[in-house]
């Protein structure tokens, strides 16, 4: 449904033994791999930031170029709404994800760090891609307008690499000092 580039499959291994020089080196715990996570969520706040990007680029050129009453729609208020909005919210998502990448690039990025980025990010995702369906009207519907496609990336772009919830919560114990996982 979207993404076409995620090759997903289901392996399964039973009864397997790995010799030591074949184990993946420096992964013994969840903790090993709570550090792919928190490069991973980062990586996924800079794809919503993406999405989000070619959604507003898509809505700005349409409703430029789409005229009703003899006007292009873009003149109206309430798309000009809609695209400040949408550019609104851009703007932070891009704002946020440039300095989480200066805190990676110094070794300061922490996990609480990336999933507020990944949960922010894929939020506003959502919210501009649905507004570039609504300044499309109808048509935002339709398929050759690009908009269905970033619906679907939206989508799954919001759920991997851990759901709005886990992260939430990643965050959430970082700010209260308490761990609501148990």
């Not at 039973?14 to 990586?43: H, P, Y």
């Not at 005229?67 to 704002?95: D, R, W, Y």
Request: glycine fraction near 6%; aromatic fraction near 8%.
């Amino acid at each position: 449904m979207a993404l076409r580039i995620v090759q997903n499959g289901l392996i399964t291994l039973s009864d397997c033994i790995i010799q030591e020089k074949d184990r993946l080196q420096n992964a013994n715990s969840f903790k090993d791999t709570a550090k792919v996570l928190q490069a991973t969520r980062a990586g996924v706040a800079w794809m919503a930031v993406g999405c989000a990007r070619g959604a507003y680029e898509n809505a700005l050129a349409y409703t430029t170029k789409r005229e009703q009453f003899g006007k292009p729609i873009a003149s109206f208020q309430l798309i000009q709404n809609h695209l400040v909005e949408m550019l609104s919210n851009l703007t932070a998502m891009q704002t946020m994800v440039f300095r989480l990448s200066e805190l990676q690039d110094a070794g300061k990025l922490k996990d609480e760090h990336a999933s507020l980025a990944k949960v922010f990010c894929t939020m506003r995702t959502r919210d501009i891609v649905s507004r570039a369906r609504e300044v499309m009207g109808g048509n935002g519907i339709l398929l050759e307008h690009n908009v269905a496609r970033f619906l679907a990336d939206a989508e799954a772009i919001y759920s991997y690499e851990g759901t709005k919830e886990i992260n939430s919560l990643i965050v959430g114990r970082s700010i209260t000092g308490f761990s609501a996982f148990v």
